[in-house]
């Protein structure tokens, strides 16, 4: 049985740090590197932008979503064991985490999709509509809670490793 003294030594510990590290790498890289290069290039007022940026966030979106599902398996794996999981505010984070990407997949980029499609061929589409401006406010939103979720989760597994004294063999 593993205690919680050494809960450095679960594998669950270094798979909720690794998870939560590519969670925050790959959203950190593409609302600060990807996401201001296809704005910049003029690549979101274009018209078939919709459908590419669909395709690309379908895939991002399910991957955070598997990442969010390992998070919130480990933090409640460390809860038989672990009373910083116990306590609730982890768990609580790692379903908080989850629930955003499903927000994401399952509302947010759908409605996106359906606001941004081209339905009127012969129509002048150059500027967004104020649906997907409130679409995109939405996204951002969510995207900072996310990251500071995630930030905060990360720091209470973290933090409470530090604090546990090692134990000897």
Same mark, same amino acid.
């Given at each position: 049985?593993? %205690?919680?003294?050494?809960?450095? =030594? +679960?594998?669950? *510990? ?12 790959? %959203? ?10 296809? *704005? &910049? ?16 966030? @379908?895939? $991002?979106?399910?991957?955070?979503? /598997?990442? !969010? &599902?390992?998070?919130? +398996?480990?933090?409640?794996?460390? !809860? $038989? ?7 609730? @505010? ?12 499903? /927000?994401?997949?399952? @509302?947010?980029?759908?409605? #996106?999709? !359906? +606001?941004? &499609? =081209? ?6 589409? &150059? %500027? #967004?509509?104020?649906? #997907?401006? @409130?679409?995109?406010?939405? *996204? ?9 979720? !995630? ?11 530090? =604090?546990?004294?090692?134990?000897? %063999?």
């Amino acid at each position: 049985m593993i %205690s919680p003294r050494n809960l450095s =030594q +679960t594998p669950w *510990y270094f798979i909720l740090l690794l998870t939560l590290g590519l969670l925050l790498g790959g %959203s950190l890289t593409i609302d600060l590197l990807i996401m201001p290069m296809l *704005y &910049a290039d003029g690549m979101m007022a274009d018209p078939g932008f919709a459908a590419a940026g669909s395709m690309m966030f @379908w895939m $991002v979106n399910h991957a955070e979503l /598997i990442g !969010a &599902a390992v998070v919130l +398996t480990g933090v409640l794996a460390l !809860a $038989v064991t672990h009373p910083l999981a116990r306590e609730g @505010w982890a768990i609580i984070l790692a379903i908080l985490l989850f629930g955003i990407p499903l /927000i994401y997949t399952y @509302w947010l980029m759908p409605e #996106m999709l !359906a +606001t941004g &499609a =081209q339905l009127d061929l012969f129509g002048d589409r &150059a %500027s #967004m509509s104020p649906e #997907m401006n @409130w679409l995109h406010g939405g *996204y951002w939103g969510l995207e900072t809670l996310k990251i500071m979720t !995630a930030l905060w989760l990360f720091r209470l597994i973290d933090r409470e490793h530090l =604090q546990m004294p090692e134990t000897k %063999s």
